[in-house]
């Protein structure tokens, strides 16, 4: 829905948003890739994890699926956006991918190698020393997903949205079927009959291990659909390329790294760092409950993480091409004035209509809600980093990049360390939001200082105290009558929307 809104304005502009039109439409399509499989995962397996799961097990989750992330960005080491940049730069584009996927392929068989010959130190590691498979399981399913980033950005660079957003879905209803069926169907066929061929495939000791079986079963899929675009150009290596684009990455790395430690370390540490209430008999459970509750009220920030994350893949080859023109930096600043808009659009959405958001998760994990409000604008800060980002990836200063990533991990790490010991997640939550505007405002006094924009900031700081204005209006207004509070904050939501609209009138054809 945000991607159909952002195209929807962005196609009336009769001279400033042409770029933007194409920007939008490439968003949209790409939102079909991106926001289709995330929001099938969100209303199927969401609201089926934290029901068929106790806190305890969605928090292994949790916890797994934050080590997935990291790694990720470890292992693809900013070859993306190194891509992008030398796919403009070179005048061999098959050169660029082929010399990145040999480089990631070595990367990535060397990372499964290791975890194979180490598994069982690191699942100690780790505390999960009784489920060396799951270390196994994870390692394979990274290595899949970092070898065909490649792949998936050849696919974008070429305008490929429909083949990108096709073999994205396919994998997510792989892993959606057989969490379905390892999860809930099959245990329910061996209930009714023991001797079922179920009996065959199924082991009902594995658990929540299925959750990675199907996910990594899905990524291999994945890789299979990618096979004929990777054979078709027959990768080869040019060391020389290689060598610049690994050091146009480097810093990336960096950045992308510390915005994984942003992003997922509160999860990776949230059980070290808890204080558990004397007379708890499980320590570990209840300090695993927690992270699942925290997780579980995270994900109902998915529709501004799904918006940012398609934006994300539509802006980066859009920013890198648009710099060749006139008008570069008022198009820049224009996209930054629309991305916050409907960032805003989507923190309303969900604040004003939590009493209807909260049912996507399971009852034992609603005592989290109130975090919500936090999670969005820290996402919303984060998209608004990605804009800023532009003047070092275009000026190939991104060192800076790695100066600003690593002051939001500091940030993170510290006020994890300071506030989760007494708020529990909401620490968490707060370390998020503080590490993102620390960022953002590094990122833009530096990007005013060696790449300047004219900014619409009083435009962007009114539309955010309206919207915080609204929200503020609507959780101190409380009404008994669930059909009252709804009505009511509709009307927010409608005043919004039709200042907005009023605002922004001499930029549109209505």
Request: proline share 5%; glycine share 6%.
């Given at each position: 829905m945000p991607a159909i809104i952002f195209y929807y304005f962005c196609s009336?502009?009769?001279?400033?948003?042409?770029?933007?039109?194409?920007?939008?439409?490439?968003?949209?399509?790409?939102?079909?890739?991106?926001?289709?499989?995330?929001?099938?995962?969100?209303?199927?397996?969401?609201?089926?994890?934290?029901?068929?799961?106790?806190?305890?097990?969605?928090?292994?989750?949790?916890?797994?699926?934050?080590?997935?992330?990291?790694?990720?960005?470890?292992?693809?080491?900013?070859?993306?956006?190194?891509?992008?940049?030398?796919?403009?730069?070179?005048?061999?584009?098959?050169?660029?991918?082929?010399?990145?996927?040999?480089?990631?392929?070595?990367?990535?068989?060397?990372?499964?190698?290791?975890?194979?010959?180490?598994?069982?130190?690191?699942?100690?590691?780790?505390?999960?020393?009784?489920?060396?498979?799951?270390?196994?399981?994870?390692?394979?399913?990274?290595?899949?997903?970092?070898?065909?980033?490649?792949?998936?950005?050849?696919?974008?660079?070429?305008?490929?949205?429909?083949?990108?957003?096709?073999?994205?879905?396919?994998?997510?209803?792989?892993?959606?079927?057989?969490?379905?069926?390892?999860?809930?169907?099959?245990?329910?066929?061996?209930?009714?009959?023991?001797?079922?061929?179920?009996?065959?495939?199924?082991?009902?000791?594995?658990?929540?291990?299925?959750?990675?079986?199907?996910?990594?079963?899905?990524?291999?899929?994945?890789?299979?659909?990618?096979?004929?675009?990777?054979?078709?150009?027959?990768?080869?290596?040019?060391?020389?390329?290689?060598?610049?684009?690994?050091?146009?990455?480097?810093?990336?790395?960096?950045?992308?790294?510390?915005?994984?430690?942003?992003?997922?370390?509160?999860?990776?540490?949230?059980?070290?760092?808890?204080?558990?209430?004397?007379?708890?008999?499980?320590?570990?459970?209840?300090?695993?409950?927690?992270?699942?509750i925290y997780g579980a009220a995270y994900k109902l920030s998915v529709l501004m993480t799904l918006f940012i994350q398609m934006f994300r893949y539509a802006a980066e080859p859009f920013f890198f091409a648009q710099v060749k023109e006139e008008n570069a930096k008022k198009v820049y600043a224009d996209v930054m004035k629309y991305f916050i808009i409907f960032g805003l659009f989507i923190f309303l959405g969900v604040t004003l209509f939590i009493d209807i958001v909260k049912y996507f998760i399971g009852p034992d994990y609603r005592e989290g809600l109130f975090i919500v409000p936090i999670v969005l604008m820290a996402n919303l800060l984060l998209g608004i980093t990605f804009n800023l980002s532009i003047w070092y990836k275009l000026n190939d200063m991104t060192r800076y990049g790695a100066y600003i990533g690593l002051t939001g991990a500091a940030v993170t790490i510290i006020m994890n360390v300071l506030l989760v010991p007494k708020l529990s997640y909401l620490g968490a939550a707060i370390g998020h939001f503080s590490a993102y505007l620390v960022m953002v405002i590094l990122s833009y006094i530096w990007g005013q200082k060696y790449y300047r924009i004219e900014y619409q900031l009083r435009r962007i700081g009114f539309y955010g105290l309206l919207a915080a204005g609204l929200f503020l209006v609507s959780y101190f207004m409380p009404f008994e009558s669930k059909s009252i509070s709804l009505a009511f904050n509709s009307l927010l939501f409608t005043i919004f929307l039709g200042i907005v609209v009023y605002k922004e009138k001499r930029d549109f054809v209505l």
């Open positions: 009336l502009n009769q001279h400033t948003l042409n770029p933007l039109k194409k920007l939008a439409g490439q968003t949209l399509v790409y939102g079909m890739g991106t926001i289709v499989p995330r929001l099938l995962n969100y209303f199927l397996l969401t609201p089926f994890y934290t029901r068929v799961f106790i806190t305890g097990e969605y928090g292994v989750i949790t916890e797994l699926y934050a080590y997935v992330a990291f790694l990720l960005v470890l292992l693809t080491y900013g070859m993306e956006t190194a891509f992008f940049r030398f796919a403009e730069k070179e005048p061999d584009t098959r050169k660029v991918f082929g010399t990145s996927v040999v480089s990631l392929f070595v990367t990535s068989s060397l990372f499964v190698l290791l975890v194979l010959l180490f598994n069982q130190p690191i699942a100690d590691l780790i505390k999960y020393g009784d489920h060396k498979e799951y270390i196994t399981w994870f390692a394979i399913i990274v290595a899949l997903d970092a070898f065909t980033a490649i792949p998936f950005a050849y696919l974008r660079q070429r305008n490929k949205a429909l083949r990108f957003s096709v073999i994205k879905i396919v994998n997510v209803l792989v892993n959606i079927g057989l969490n379905f069926f390892f999860l809930w169907l099959a245990p329910k066929m061996l209930a009714n009959n023991p001797e079922s061929w179920v009996r065959l495939i199924y082991d009902p000791t594995i658990g929540v291990g299925y959750a990675f079986i199907a996910n990594l079963v899905a990524s291999g899929i994945t890789l299979l659909l990618l096979l004929p675009d990777l054979l078709r150009i027959r990768p080869s290596a040019d060391t020389e390329l290689l060598r610049r684009m690994l050091r146009y990455a480097f810093p990336l790395l960096i950045v992308g790294l510390a915005g994984m430690v942003n992003e997922v370390a509160d999860k990776i540490i949230f059980k070290y760092l808890i204080i558990v209430p004397d007379g708890v008999p499980d320590p570990e459970a209840y300090a695993m409950g927690q992270l699942g």
